[in-house]
């Protein structure tokens, strides 16, 4: 009986293993996998954004993120309490979040270590814990109209964070592993990594010091000049790079603020007089005049209807086309422009770049307006010349400037020196072919006018002392919202300043625009030049441009400077080579 | 009646029958005793060895998990600090701290010391012959 008992036992456990091994085993086989072999997403970093000097300007990190299962949370009510003082969030709100009938809610993302840590010490049942990445700007809202923002899951929403989002996501990876208890790997098991390729550095053109300067001193600009906001941007015109661009408002509460639109390229404005040397390089490439040619020019024109006044109003009087420029004189340009012609003169403007994209590739560029020909009024040709009637925006206007400091060669202006992989290794950004606009001699006649601007004409303010600086002030109308530009009274201006130095070998190229300046201090001159200069004076030294006097150090060596000891050895080094460089063509010739 | 001679059954080889006979066998078993331990004792070795290589990929796997884990803990901590560097060295937290913690007060104006004098001309100075403090004592 026994036998028979333990014989149908033995048969029954058979039968359960002929079962589990022979008749159904991948059912099987499919759940022990199940439980064993794990896919732990691999999640690629997102790449940092860093200044020329490689300075973090945007990176990840990695924060905490809380989270609940609705369904394991005993009491919603209290639970919500407990946490709300913690997160800082509506009680209200989360209490409807507990109450869900769903397995996932989020209570707060990204949050700080000691808040994590708070909610960890609450112990709450069904509250969750996740990794990651949050965006963190080291510089606060330095840079962040260039930079961008990006969402909470890390995708890139504006500024550069938006243009270049495929180069600094990434790609995630996946990581298969056999688990057994408390999540230790099986050796020998099922083991296999997809790696993540992490995002690429993003190396801009900016440079930080540059940048704060930047945006203290426009700050201070346009509180002096009681003025709406401003734009500073700052360029190496040899390369078309960008070293500072900021952009400044002043908000309801008076308060003037880095603003997080990039202005420089979204905004248009009519220049004004600073348009003005683009004018007459079209004068002198068409050989319609010389810089010392002579016309006489009157206080005041008509135009049709229109009439064109020179502030101050004067007498007519026999002025150089380099006094004209000088002076800023409105009448002198508008004669000197009729004989150049509607067609030249919108030529010359559309090869410097008015009316078009920079291909700078940043998000909402605008490009401006300048009217073709056909479309043009009486009073076009006048207008035009003299920056009103065409609107740029302050990108276009720099590069047009830019290009005059060039010798005619008109840079394609850029952000991005190029992207750093994982491994450190740098991979430049494709230089964008530069366009020669004007001949080097015109360039150069119209150089030396605009310098004569700073040494005695309306930019004197823009003097950096022991450098050259070209440049040219404009104090524009502010077109008005009902049309036209208002009556004396009640019109408004945007003042500007273009300029470069040191004017030998032009290194740094800056336009300062401030915008609807009030009080006596609303001109080019008053406004915007002052805020130029100390910008340069700033800029010249973190850039290590020496002035002419600290040249003539370079040439003697042996020449007492005061100076620092490494800026003693870069001096020596600089004169070292230049002499081996001239000894060397030396024999070589 | 003729009888006939069954064939003669030779005798077996004086040598064979001293293999197969009663005392060799009795010679053979505890040899085969012998190597029958030692095979039993060598599977249990086999068996104890294999258990401590299992052991010892165990703990290095485990070793590596945990090695692992550091490496990725150590490249979050590394990103945290290397964000809290770029915080603490930014301009406008230093100009906070300056102007707040340590009440200072920007200046008015800022003054840059030119390198040289300006419009200082070549020759004006000249750099000391030698080294103008070796004749110099305590």
Excluded at chain 1, 229 to 255: F, H, K, N, W, Y
């Amino acid at each position: 009986m026994v036998g028979v008992l333990l014989a149908g036992i033995a048969g029954l456990f058979g039968w359960r293993l002929a079962t589990l091994q022979l008749l159904d085993p991948d059912r099987f086989v499919a759940h022990g996998e199940l439980q064993r072999i794990k896919t732990v997403p691999l999640q690629a970093a997102r790449g940092a954004i860093v200044d020329r000097n490689g300075v973090d300007l945007a990176l990840s990190v990695p924060r905490v993120s809380v989270w609940a299962n609705p369904l394991q949370v005993e009491d919603p009510v209290r639970t919500a309490r407990e946490l709300s003082g913690i997160l800082d969030a509506d009680v209200s709100l989360l209490e409807q979040r507990l109450s869900k009938d769903s397995q996932f809610v989020w209570l707060g993302r990204q949050v700080s270590d000691e808040t994590a840590e708070a909610v960890l010490r609450l112990g709450a049942v069904g509250v969750h814990f996740d990794e990651e990445q949050a965006r963190v700007r080291p510089g606060g809202d330095s840079a962040l109209a260039v930079l961008g923002r990006t969402d909470i899951d890390a995708k890139g929403i504006s500024g550069m964070e938006l243009v270049y989002d495929s180069l600094l996501s990434g790609t995630d990876g996946e990581k298969i592993v056999e688990r057994g208890l408390r999540g230790v790997s099986i050796p020998g098991g099922e083991y296999s990594v997809e790696p993540a390729t992490h995002g690429r550095t993003l190396v801009l053109t900016l440079d930080r010091a540059l940048q704060f300067e930047a945006e203290r001193l426009l700050i201070e600009g346009v509180k002096l000049a009681d003025a709406k906001g401003g734009v500073l941007v700052a360029m190496d015109p040899a390369t078309g790079q960008i070293l500072a661009s900021t952009t400044v408002r002043r908000d309801e509460d008076g308060l003037i603020r880095t603003s997080s639109e990039h202005r420089a390229v979204t905004w248009t404005y009519e220049p004004g007089s600073i348009i003005k040397p683009l004018t007459f390089s079209g004068v002198l490439s068409e050989a319609v005049a010389a810089p010392e040619t002579v016309r006489e020019v009157p206080g005041r024109l008509e135009v049709h209807d229109a009439t064109f006044k020179d502030t101050p109003v004067h007498d007519p009087e026999e002025l150089t086309v380099g006094d004209i420029v000088r002076r800023s004189s409105n009448v002198g340009t508008i004669l000197w422009a009729r004989d150049l012609g509607s067609e030249a003169l919108h030529e010359e403007f559309r090869e410097f770049g008015l009316g078009s994209v920079t291909d700078l590739d940043f998000p909402g560029e605008a490009q401006g307006i300048l009217e073709p020909v056909g479309r043009w009024s009486g009073t076009s040709l006048p207008t035009v010349a003299i920056g009103q009637g065409v609107a740029v925006t302050p990108l276009q206007m720099l590069t047009a400037y830019a290009a005059l400091a060039n010798g005619g060669i008109r840079p394609a202006p850029t952000l991005v020196l190029g992207t750093r992989d994982d491994g450190g290794m740098f991979s430049p950004r494709r230089v964008r072919p530069s366009m020669t606009v004007v001949s080097a001699a015109v360039a150069s006649e119209v150089v030396a006018m605009l310098e004569r601007v700073v040494e005695s004409g309306t930019g004197t303010k823009a003097q950096v002392a022991g450098y050259r600086v070209a440049g040219k002030t404009g104090t524009a109308w502010k077109p008005q919202s009902s049309g036209g530009y208002g009556s004396k009274g009640d019109r408004t201006y945007v003042a500007s300043f273009a300029g470069f130095l040191p004017v030998e070998a032009p290194r740094l190229a800056v336009l300062v625009v401030v915008d609807e300046p009030a009080g006596h201090s609303y001109s080019g001159g008053r406004a915007a030049a002052p805020v130029f200069a100390e910008f340069a004076r700033f800029a010249v030294r973190q850039l290590r441009i020496p002035s002419a006097d600290e040249r003539i150090g370079l040439e003697h060596a042996g020449r007492v400077m005061a100076m620092t000891p490494a800026r003693h050895r870069i001096l020596a080094e600089a004169a070292e080579a230049a002499r081996l460089e001239a000894a060397g063509a030396t024999i070589g010739g | 009646m003729t009888a006939v001679l069954g064939p003669e059954r030779l005798p077996r080889a004086a040598t064979d029958r001293q293999i197969s006979g009663p005392s060799t066998r009795a010679a053979i078993r505890p040899a085969v005793g012998i190597l029958g331990a030692l095979a039993v004792v060598g599977f249990f070795a086999t068996l104890l060895s294999l258990a401590a290589f299992h052991s010892i990929v165990v703990s290095g796997q485990f070793e590596f998990d945990r090695l692992q884990g550091r490496l990725e803990d150590g490249h979050e901590r590394a990103q945290v600090l290397r964000a809290e560097v770029a915080r603490l060295e930014s301009p406008s937290r230093i100009l906070e701290v300056a102007n707040g913690r340590l009440g200072m007060v920007s200046p008015p104006a800022r003054v840059y010391l030119p390198s040289v004098p300006l419009n200082d001309g070549p020759t004006n100075l000249k750099a000391p012959e030698g080294d103008p403090f070796s004749g110099s004592t305590r």
